[in-house]
């Protein structure tokens, strides 16, 4: 993952984060719910004193890859936790990104044809959060 600093923060972690987090396996089928297909996901990060403008994009999830994100340079990064329950992902990461540690956990929760979720990244004292939203645009194509 890379990430450029900008006040203190970074501008666009998490859409990395997600490459890994869908790279890493996922759920068992039987244990997690949730509509296959291709949805639209809203990501708005938010640092103290600054928001950042919402970024969307697309992606085709299904229950071995249902962490939604946005393809981008992948970095040092390993779970400490990734579960799935009923309509819930969620999950830790322990990454060195540009050098330095940095602890991030993320939870999706998915309700029929929407999903919403967060993200809590903490660096170097700092911490940012993301929040997701979506929504099911139809069948993978």
Not at 17 to 23: G, V
Request: glycine share 12%; hydrophobic share 35%; aromatic share 8%.
């Amino acid at each position: 993952m890379r990430a450029a600093k900008v006040g203190g923060g970074w501008s666009r972690i998490i859409l990395g984060l997600f490459l890994a987090a869908a790279l890493a396996g996922g759920a068992r089928a039987g244990d997690f719910t949730f509509k296959e297909g291709l949805w639209e996901i809203t990501v708005t990060l938010q640092m103290p004193g600054m928001s950042l403008p919402p970024q969307k994009f697309t992606h085709c999830l299904t229950h071995t890859q249902a962490v939604p994100h946005k393809p981008e340079d992948a970095e040092d990064c390993k779970f400490t936790k990734q579960e799935a329950r009923g309509n819930r992902m969620i999950w830790a990461l322990e990454c060195h990104l540009e050098g330095r540690p940095a602890y991030l956990e993320g939870e999706v929760e998915y309700q029929g044809e929407r999903l919403t979720g967060r993200v809590r990244i903490r660096d170097e004292g700092e911490e940012m959060t993301q929040h997701l939203s979506g929504r099911w645009l139809g069948e993978c194509r």
